[in-house]
């Protein structure tokens, strides 16, 4: 019989092997600008178009994500790793600088949307619940931007990886 902590740690390796998109949520507001590396993010619905984004509690962005009530969700491509480090506090890089790099604009809403992403998904907070260590918000999607080039970027195992790019063979 195993005891809590070992249940919490092996739910956390059997996550590890669950490959997951490596996205910059961000936000902007009267709160301020702030954004986060995430992978606990996921489609709920596509009418209304709407996601789930988790965030740990003890993160300090969930105040500013929270009063400005507004987020972007940036699906990184395989290019924008050092990007998705920056973000995850991985580097010395502050968040002002963080803004500073090279990419960033103001979206339709204000949010700050990364140039080159694979997508790009503005949108209002619409619900936000607790569920253990983690917030959770829903958020409905108001403007997207969809991009055809690059490959994705995931994190598997504790490390960030490129996904394979193949050609669509139609039949």
């Known amino acids: 019989m195993i005891n809590e902590e070992q249940h919490r740690l092996l739910f956390r390796d059997a996550m590890a092997s669950l490959p997951a998109a490596v996205n910059i ?15 606990a993010v996921c489609s709920v619905t596509d009418t209304p178009p709407t996601l789930l984004v988790c965030i740990n509690r003890k993160s300090a962005m969930n105040a500013v994500f929270e009063r400005n009530a507004r987020m972007c969700v940036n699906v990184l491509n395989h290019e924008q790793e050092q990007m998705a480090r920056h973000f995850a506090g991985m580097t010395d890089v502050d968040m002002a600088q963080r803004f500073m790099l090279e990419g960033w604009y103001r979206g339709e809403s204000g949010q700050p949307v990364l140039r080159h992403a694979l997508a790009s998904l503005e949108g209002e907070i619409d619900q936000i619940t607790s569920v253990g260590t983690h917030q959770i918000y829903l958020l409905a999607i108001r403007h997207i931007i969809v991009s055809q080039e690059g490959h994705g970027l995931i994190y598997f195992r504790r490390g960030f990886h490129a996904t394979p790019h193949q050609e669509m063979l139609v039949v």
């Not at 949520?25 to 992978?39: D, L, P, R």
């Open 25 to 39: 949520v961000t936000s902007a507001g009267e709160a301020g600008q702030c954004g986060i590396t995430a992978t």
